[in-house]
């Protein structure tokens, strides 16, 4: 059973794909598949533990090529169609409308505070670099919920990112 849906308004930054009741290298050919074929500066994939992140992520690079992609497992996706389990739900970000510095926080209980203000800060200049001006900004955070150090972690981002607001 597969079945994917899609969103794409021709004006709208963002398109949502998913695909679901298929194994991992087909899911991620039928993400790619129904995004729209544009130039993406990050693709966000949330799926299932079931697709296997070992077997997933190299067939996500295969689809997508030098397309920048970004996922992590759910315990559920939310996606055109509602709730479901099983499958993938890809948020891609076009190009035209959105720069993107990716930072990935590894670690998260060993790293010292200030040396991850340190990192944010870089990572911060980098798209100060890269933006035009008047944009808006805001910092994306993705962390495993059972690391317990989430206060912590934000803490130091929000240090390290000033003013820019953080989801």
Not at 79 to 84: A, D, H, V
Not at 120 to 139: D, H, K, P, T, W
């Amino acid at each position: 059973m597969g079945a994917s849906a899609r969103i794409a308004i021709d004006d709208d930054p963002l398109v949502v794909a998913s695909a679901r009741g298929l194994d991992a290298e087909a899911t991620a050919t039928a993400l790619r598949r129904e995004l729209p074929d544009l130039e993406y500066s990050a693709i966000l994939v949330f799926f299932s533990p079931r697709l296997g992140a070992d077997v997933f992520a190299p067939a996500l690079k295969r689809a997508f090529g030098a397309a920048p992609v970004y996922g992590c497992t759910t315990a559920g996706e939310l996606g055109p169609e509602g709730m479901s389990e099983g499958g993938a739900v890809a948020i891609a970000f076009r190009a035209g409308d959105f720069a993107v510095v990716a930072k990935p926080i590894e670690n998260v209980d060993a790293s010292t505070l200030e040396g991850l203000r340190h990192d944010i800060s870089g990572a911060r200049a980098r798209l100060q670099a890269l933006e035009g001006a008047g944009r808006n900004r805001f910092a994306l955070l993705l962390v495993d919920g059972l690391c317990l150090n989430e206060e912590a972690l934000i803490s130091a981002i929000g240090a390290g990112l000033d003013e820019i607001q953080t989801v």
